[in-house]
T-cell receptor
């Protein structure tokens, strides 16, 4: 089955700097990779996703890149703001069952 | 967008009692719903997958007789924690996908269960 690793587990950046979170997956057949942001005690919220037929996707300050050959994908947040502080989870959708396999999460702290 | 609600948002119960949590898709038909549990500072762990009108598929290590899942309609799934114990205390979150949303899971707000 699919296995997803996520790094780093914690990340502190100064406001205005960029943040990068990386994930690797094991199942080459996986074809959908969403990223979720979760604030303390709240539901995970989809912030961006990418499908395997695309190498990069951007939405304002957020971008995701996918390298199918290396089986890794990354979240890039530019011009970080304090409200970006949260836990970010990557996931890979299992090709056979459509289940999500989540990474372990990255706690991002943006310092004002 | 797709909206998923969950009820109750929090519940406190005594050890040995049963608790039912409801998950509803408000503006779409949820062909598949997923139930997760999340311990503090940890990731989401999938408990089971439920498809409307059929039995839930449980992940390895999840007791199906303890965590009863029913997906009786395209807008409602329920999770019943039977004979709850303090170790069942956790944040339970459902998600749903539906027609036209086959990839993306939309999450409910979660239910915080505390078993005394």
């Amino acid at each position: 089955g699919e296995n997803v690793e996520q790094h780093p587990s914690t990340l502190s950046v100064q406001e205005g700097d960029s943040a990068v979170i990386k994930c690797t997956y094991s199942d080459s057949a996986s074809n959908y990779f969403p990223w979720y942001k979760q604030e303390l005690g709240k539901r995970p919220q989809l912030i961006i996703d990418i499908r395997s037929n695309v190498g990069e996707k951007k939405d304002q300050r957020i971008a995701v890149t996918l390298n199918k050959t290396a089986k890794h994908f990354s979240l890039h947040i530019t011009e970080t703001q304090p409200e970006d502080s949260a836990v970010y989870f990557c996931a890979a959708q299992d090709s056979g069952t459509y289940k999500y396999i989540f990474g372990t999460g990255t706690r991002l702290k943006v310092l004002a | 967008g797709a909206v998923v609600s969950q009820h109750p948002s929090w519940v406190i119960c005594k050890s040995g009692t049963s608790v039912k949590i409801e998950c509803r898709s408000l503006d779409f038909q949820a062909t598949t719903m997923f139930w997760y549990r999340q311990f503090p500072k940890q990731s989401l762990m999938l408990m089971a997958t439920s498809n409307e009108g059929s039995k839930a598929t449980y992940e390895q290590g999840v007791e199906k007789d303890k965590f009863l899942i029913n997906h009786a309609s395209l807008t409602l799934s329920t999770l019943t924690v039977t004979s709850a114990h303090p170790e069942d205390s956790s944040f339970y979150i459902c998600s749903a996908t539906g027609l036209g949303y086959s990839d993306t899971q939309y999450f409910g707000p979660g239910t915080r269960l505390t078993v005394l």
